[in-house]
Antibody
Framework: QAQLVQSGAEVKKPGASVKVSCKAS????????LNWVRQAPGQGLEWMGW????????QYIQKVQDRVTMTRDISANTVYMELRSLRSDDTAVYFC?????????????WGQGTMVTVSS | EIVLTQSPGTLSLSPGESATLSCRAS???????LAWYQQKPGQAPRLVIY???SRAAGIPDKFSGSGSGTDFTLTVNRLEPEDSAVYYC?????????FGPGTKVDI
């Protein structure tokens, strides 16, 4: 059964960096893309960007493109999302979600989410 | 950027009734790249419909999707208390991918 397991909750001070991991199992890891979606408390879903597990190509939204890096370690079946220069409005649950399987690009497997709190 | 608008914001219904949720896009999405997700409190979203009308694995046939271009609909028949959730539409055909603001369904 396809599964994504994320790293645990983080508390960071403004200006710090956070790196969240997302480990895949139960499917062919390098066939898919891995997306990162965040959800601020009580708010909706925001797509942050995507990494091709196959070749490492990335795409980020303009809002965070200067502060975010998505990478992958194929040998570990793991994708990482690093966000730098954290601000209070980065406080959110961060989800990884796989795409590129039989659903034609829809996000069919989701991680459990990682709460990132930015507070002084 | 394609902006998705969902209506209504909240839907309060009784068990056994049907829910009709609307998603409108600011420009054509193409039916292949519109999805619906269900999210319950404290959980990750769950894919319900992809390609505007195809049910994801394990989704019962009381969920159905339709539409193309800029107007899409999710219908949930025979509502049960477990269907209470926020439902988001999502377009994944044009970058940046975007989500609608969600419709909360209370049973």
């Amino acid at each position: 059964q396809a599964q994504l397991v994320q790293s645990g909750a983080e508390v960071k001070k403004p200006g710090a960096s956070v790196k969240v991991s997302c480990k895949a199992s139960g499917y062919t890891f390098n066939r898919n893309g891995l997306n990162w979606v965040r959800q601020a408390p009580g708010q909706g879903l925001e797509w942050m960007g995507w990494i091709s597990v196959y070749n490492g190509n990335t795409q980020y939204i303009q809002k965070v493109q200067d502060r975010v890096t998505m990478t992958r370690d194929i040998s570990a079946n793991t994708v990482y999302m690093e966000l730098r220069s954290l601000r209070s409005d980065d406080t959110a649950v961060y989800f990884c979600a796989a795409s590129g399987g039989s659903t034609g690009g829809a996000f069919d497997v989701w991680g459990q989410g990682t709460m990132v709190t930015v507070s002084s | 950027e394609i902006v998705l608008t969902q209506s209504p914001g909240t839907l309060s219904l009784s068990p056994g009734e049907s829910a009709t949720l609307s998603c409108r896009a600011s420009q054509s999405v193409g039916s292949r790249y519109l999805a619906w997700y269900q999210q319950k409190p404290g959980q990750a979203p769950r894919l319900v419909i992809y390609g505007a009308s195809s049910r994801a694995a394990g989704i019962p046939d009381k969920f159905s999707g339709s539409g193309s271009g800029t107007d899409f609909t999710l219908t949930v028949n025979r509502l049960e208390p477990e269907d209470s959730a926020v439902y988001y539409c999502h377009q994944y055909g044009n970058s940046p991918f975007t989500f609608g603001p969600g419709t909360k369904v209370d049973i």
